[in-house]
């Protein structure tokens, strides 16, 4: 009985232990500044940060795409305000804390919301494109829109 709960014990352990997905951890400094947004020039997401708060922006090139996500707060949400009020879609709080959002962009439109949370340090995303997550190539972080090393991602606000 012994031996055998030591075995039991031993194939426990070397089992792989089941994590979810990577987050991306980035830097503030990598979110300063508005980038050019063009709807015409890349299908996926624009992400900035400044003084206003968090700016989500997403744009469709080719095609329209249904961009749907999630944002996670460390503290609770104080405003959210979605830049196309009168296209189809949506972004709302769900709970304090909470972001989802769905809404279908068209060949050279932008869409997206703006976010304040008062004394916050943190924001995850999930990002999806079509029901898939986006390549680090679909998402544009600042002013100089460089790509994160993947997604979903884990951003810092100071």
Avoid: C
Wanted: proline share 6%; hydrophobic share 40%; glycine share 10%.
């Amino acid at each position: 009985m012994r031996k055998r709960s030591i075995l039991l014990f031993l194939v426990v352990l070397s089992m792989p232990v089941m994590a979810g997905p990577k987050i991306y951890t980035v830097a503030a400094g990598k979110l300063k500044g508005q980038p050019e947004l063009e709807g015409e020039k890349a299908s996926g997401y624009y992400i900035w940060l400044d003084k206003e708060g968090l700016h989500v922006r997403w744009t469709a090139k080719d095609k329209p795409l249904l961009f749907t996500g999630r944002l996670d707060t460390d503290r609770p949400i104080k405003t959210i305000e979605r830049i196309r009020k009168l296209a189809g879609g949506w972004a709302r709080s769900h709970g304090n804390r909470i972001v989802l959002y769905s809404s279908t962009v068209r060949p050279g439109d932008i869409d997206g919301f703006d976010l304040t949370v008062a004394g916050g340090r943190k924001v995850e995303l999930i990002l999806d494109i079509d029901g898939e997550p986006p390549t680090a190539e679909q998402v544009f972080l600042g002013k100089n829109e460089k790509h994160p090393k993947g997604v979903p991602l884990r951003l810092r606000l100071r």
